[in-house]
């Protein structure tokens, strides 16, 4: 990730965070328009077109954020890039927008591997658990190893709580060679 997009990134945090926009909802009107210009060869042509001037490329802008319903200020984000010539940059300053939008809501991603998949009533008891070690909100992903054997893996950030039986055995194992 280039520096640049980062700071596209914080710089749309902070007129969100300062309009008071809901950040989600702000991110996915921002991933419409990414979606939209990703699957339309002609609208990139129009709006990454150097030759074509500012003035019609707003009007093509106004009305892809009218037929979204974009906030005024996620418009004004997209024209800015679009002025800038950094449209070509957008899925990585979305990207980036996603993270600090996370740290700004104070929202850790978490990172479970469990040996076999978690019915809903599991997931939300190991998340609840997930929350008291992360001190706060959690945005979790589930992935599987069997060869945990049971139990689960609990990465967050660069820390990772191993509560899987191999680890266990592991353990075992290390304190019998030991003794």
Do not use: C, W
């Not at 996915?28 to 490329?57: C, W, Y």
């Not at 992360?134 to 069997?146: E, L, P, S």
């Not at 139990?151 to 075992?172: E, K, M, N, P, W």
Request: aromatic share 4%.
């Amino acid at each position: 990730m280039s520096v640049l997009s980062l700071r596209y990134a914080h710089a749309f945090a902070s007129v969100a965070a300062s309009a008071n926009l809901n950040a989600a909802v702000a991110e996915q009107q921002l991933g419409d328009f990414s979606g939209t210009l990703a699957g339309s060869h002609d609208l990139r042509e129009v709006l990454m077109n150097p030759s074509i001037a500012n003035e019609q490329k707003l009007k093509v802008l106004d009305a892809i954020a009218a037929r979204i319903g974009m906030f005024p200020q996620v418009r004004n984000f997209i024209a800015v890039i679009m002025h800038h010539q950094r449209l070509g940059e957008l899925n990585e300053i979305l990207s980036e927008y996603h993270l600090v939008a996370d740290e700004q809501a104070h929202v850790v991603e978490a990172e479970i591997t469990s040996a076999r998949p978690l019915n809903d009533q599991d997931r939300t008891e190991l998340e609840a658990q997930v929350v008291k070690l992360a001190g706060g909100r959690v945005k979790a992903t589930y992935h599987q190893d069997a060869t945990l054997l049971g139990g689960a893996v609990v990465r967050l950030g660069s820390t990772v709580y191993d509560g899987s039986i191999r680890a266990q055995l592991q353990q075992l194992k290390q304190k019998l060679v030991n003794a």
